[in-house]
T-cell receptor, first 110, second 113 residues
Framework: GQQLNQSPQSMFIQEGEDVSMNCTSS?????WLWYKQEPGEGPVLLIA?????ELTSNGRLTAQFGITRKDSFLNISASIPSDVGIYFC??????????FGAGTRLFVKA | NAGVTQTPKFQVLKTGQSMTLQCAQD?????MSWYRQDPGMGLRLIHY???????DQGEVPNGYNVSRSTTEDFPLRLLSAAPSQTSVYFC????????????FGDGTRLSIL
């Protein structure tokens, strides 16, 4: 079946550093979604991408929809302690189903 | 505006017991879904619904039943709980379908002994 591969699995960074993570698939997606999950809560949407090549920002977050439609990237600039959490990529598979990557766990040291 | 509300937040069951996890949304969303989250595996779709009276299976439906009698409510039933169903369960909703971003509840943490 379709799979989304996220890397890295986890990141340990210093406050102020920039962060890059990505999500790849062997299948084509028409939409890429990036969510963040904080401890004890459900995922919350960060950025939605709907067009190949699209680059979208949300504050210090920037995400890109890969030109091949098989990958997406999320960057966080000047990380702060509240950036800690699990970042998921997700892709609707057509019809009414969405698959999620396994997540990238981000740890920020003040 | 409450969004998506899940109850209970925590539950411990014995093997073989049945239970219903409740989910309600107040955003008049047509699409609702249930996921389970296990360590290192992201979220996996259990069942989904595109409107009242319409439900369908997701990736991991075995051992679970759903119904959608109203737009607002989408309960998930465990028929005979098994230790393999120990997980965190999330309910989510979106306006129309899964192409749109989903709003998630805060989850139900379920342990089966």
């Amino acid at each position: 079946g379709q799979q989304l591969n996220q890397s890295p699995q986890s990141m340990f960074i210093q406050e102020g550093e920039d962060v890059s993570m990505n999500c790849t698939s062997s299948s084509i997606f028409n939409t890429w979604l990036w969510y963040k999950q904080e401890p004890g809560e459900g995922p919350v949407l960060l950025i939605a991408l709907y067009k190949a090549g699209e680059l979208t920002s949300n504050g210090r977050l920037t995400a890109q929809f890969g030109i091949t439609r098989k990958d997406s990237f999320l960057n966080i600039s000047a990380s702060i302690p509240s950036d800690v959490g699990i970042y998921f990529c997700a892709g609707p598979t057509g019809g009414f189903k969405t698959i999620f990557g396994a997540g990238t766990r981000l740890f920020v040291k003040a | 505006n409450a969004g998506v509300t899940q109850t209970p937040k925590f539950q411990v069951l014995k093997t073989g017991q049945s239970m219903t996890l409740q989910c309600a949304q107040d955003m008049n969303h047509e699409y609702m879904s249930w996921y389970r989250q296990d360590p290192g595996m992201g979220l996996r779709l259990i069942h989904y619904s595109v409107g009242a009276g319409i439900t369908d299976q997701g990736e991991v439906p075995n051992g679970y039943n759903v119904s959608r009698s109203t737009t607002e409510d989408f309960p998930l039933r465990l028929l005979s709980a098994a230790p393999s169903q120990t997980s965190v369960y999330f309910c989510a909703s979106s306006l129309r379908d899964s192409n749109q971003p989903q709003h998630f509840g805060d989850g139900t943490r379920l342990s089966i002994l």
